[in-house]
């Protein structure tokens, strides 16, 4: 019986479902923690769950993607082995170089879902739980090579739109040549509009292979209601997949050691207001965070994490906006008088919460305002080549999601 390992980091939540599927479709599974790496290498292939691994923090799957386990995994995924995530485990995926275009090493990203009709008006935001039909796009592939109809399948996620900066990994998108799933009608039709697409994907795209067709990074969940979902036909796939020995003994894999980031000087507009804050409280996105640095770097890193508002527009009132108690909490909160120098900061491509903001300023104001978000970091005096090896590591910022900026 091949064997197949279900692996959990602190947060996940489908781990139950994710042994019942591999189970009723023939694999050997168990359930392998994130603190056993020991354990990997003795599976026939591996299956990383859905939820919310460290609570999401830094972002959805990055922090579980530079962890240890992950050096093992991308060394199985070299010989062939296959790799599915689903949801979180896809978000881990796509952070984590297991899909490369060319050379970059991170193509892709999931960002916020957005929701938006034929005319391009803005339904929804955020979190979205529902049906949805998912049309293969390649069947060559350890996941597809079942399916030949639309899938009926749930999904459940609040980051699951699929995007990229990159013109090649665009291309990759659109051509179909790292595409498992697009989301489509029950009659396959495929649209990018809502409610067909439900997340505001790039090409309407559902899942993602490499290019050998060895691993695959899907949001909706074929693990999940069995008797109604067509998800088996993923699990057959790959059991065949094995069985024939169709996977190459190499695997190209990408290197997030090269991604190479270089931010760009924090832009100031010398009309706006910036309001900076950070916590009073302990902050554990930022220990988080710290960990996974020092991992990465082999010294010890302690980040501090903050907000900067840029905010512009006619008729500011700094008084009134911060004791409006929309920017911080004073109580959890204190604001920062003067930015730091060597400091990073991520702006996403694009942030609801900003928009969100701006309106609820403009309200109170009664004046058009524009917000921009960016989230600080901040570390001590680290060497110059723990700091390149941050940098490079794009551990505080997917390119294809957010712009980073120094001061």
């Known amino acids: 019986m091949l064997n197949l390992a279900v692996i959990a980091f602190p947060g996940n939540n ?12 023939g694999f050997k599974a168990e359930l392998v923690r994130w603190n056993q790496p020991d354990k990997i ?12 691994s460290f609570e999401d923090r830094g972002r959805s799957g990055a922090l579980a993607a530079r962890d240890p386990i992950f050096d093992k995994l991308r060394q199985e995924a070299k010989t062939g082995k296959i790799i599915l995530g689903i949801c979180n485990g896809a978000q881990m995926i796509v952070e984590s170089g297991l899909i490369p275009v060319g050379d970059n090493a991170l193509p892709f990203s999931l ?6 009709n034929q005319s391009g008006q803005v339904m929804g935001t955020g979190f979205y739980n529902t049906w949805s039909h998912i049309i293969p796009e390649r069947t060559d592939t350890a996941f597809t ?9 749930p999904i459940a996620h609040g980051e699951g739109r699929f995007t990229s900066q990159d013109p090649k990994a665009q291309e990759a998108l659109n051509s179909g040549s790292h595409v498992a799933f697009r989301y489509g009608d029950k009659a396959g039709t495929i649209s990018e509009d809502y409610p067909i697409t439900p997340n505001g994907a790039e090409f309407s795209t559902a899942a993602i292979v490499n290019a050998e067709g060895t691993i695959m990074a899907i949001m909706p969940h074929p693990e999940r209601f069995w008797k109604n979902c067509d998800g088996d036909q993923i699990f057959q796939s790959m059991h065949t997949w094995i069985e024939d020995k169709k996977s190459p003994d190499q695997v190209k894999i990408g290197d997030l050691s090269k991604t190479n980031t270089k931010p760009k000087l924090l832009p100031r507009n010398p009309e706006a207001l910036y309001l900076e804050k950070k916590l009073l409280i302990t902050d554990n ?12 770097t082999g010294e010890e890193i302690n980040f501090s994490k903050s907000k900067l508002y840029e905010i512009s527009g006619e008729n500011l009132d700094a008084e ?9 909490n004073p109580n959890k ?17 694009q942030d609801d919460e900003a928009d969100d903001l701006a309106e609820k300023l403009s309200a109170l104001l009664g004046s058009e305002i524009h917000v921009k978000i960016y989230t600080g970091w901040d570390f001590n005096q680290p060497s110059e080549a723990a700091r ?3 940098l490079n590591n794009s551990l505080l910022s997917n390119p294809n999601a957010t712009q980073l900026f120094t001061t």
């Open 388 to 390: 390149k090896a941050i």
């Open 111 to 116: 960002a916020h879902n957005i929701r938006r």
């Open 285 to 296: 996105e930022a220990f988080s965070v710290s960990q996974v640095a020092s991992h990465i």
């Open 41 to 52: 290498g003795s599976f026939d292939a591996y299956f990383l769950c859905g939820g919310f």
């Open 333 to 349: 909160e204190q604001l920062i008088e003067n930015m730091t120098p060597n400091k990073y900061y991520s702006l996403p491509f």
């Open 320 to 328: 009134k906006i911060k004791n409006s108690g929309l920017i911080f």
């Open 145 to 153: 090579n079942k399916s030949s109809q639309p899938l009926a399948i």
């Open 14 to 25: 489908c781990e139950t479902e994710s042994l019942r599927a591999a189970q009723r479709n």
